[in-house]
């Protein structure tokens, strides 16, 4: 179920995209983790990176991984171990290369085993319905 909360924060996200977008990615995505309605984690963007963001060994040189907004802001709050993220609730939100449009970002498959496997307990996104955007959540 959407509430006031669930637009403040993907607002938050959509600003944070805005802001801070990057013209050589296909997509900009921003991922925001709040506990009890009030901690905020993150945003995140996804980004390319040459570490794992869930170890700290980093990868060969000739590897560079394109790591998920989602899986960075849920491994900043794992790594820092004083946050409980198993009531917490996931914000992402999606913006075109150029930042002119919002685009849909529901979570890949894999991210979405992941933010069930930490127990995230809600995950609202952003999704195309027709011309107009509408929150989804789980």
């Known amino acids: 179920m959407i509430n006031s909360y669930d637009f403040y924060y993907i607002n938050k996200c959509i600003m944070f995209l805005m802001k801070n977008?990057?013209?050589?990615?296909?997509?900009?995505i921003a991922a925001l983790l709040v506990i009890n309605k009030n901690k905020r984690i993150g945003p995140c963007m996804n980004s390319y990176t040459k570490t794992?963001?869930?170890?700290?060994q980093p990868y060969p040189d000739e590897f560079t991984i394109s790591a998920h907004a989602e899986v960075r802001v849920i491994a900043f709050a794992l790594k820092n171990r004083k946050f409980n993220i198993s009531k917490s609730t996931l914000y992402i939100a999606g913006c075109s290369r150029k930042g002119k449009y919002i685009i849909s970002s529901k979570p890949c498959e894999s991210c979405y085993q992941l933010i069930m496997k930490v127990g995230i307990k809600k995950v609202v996104w952003m999704e195309r319905d027709n011309k107009d955007f509408i929150l989804r959540s789980t």
């Open 21 to 28: 977008r990057r013209s050589d990615y296909r997509a900009n």
């Open 52 to 56: 794992n963001p869930l170890s700290i």
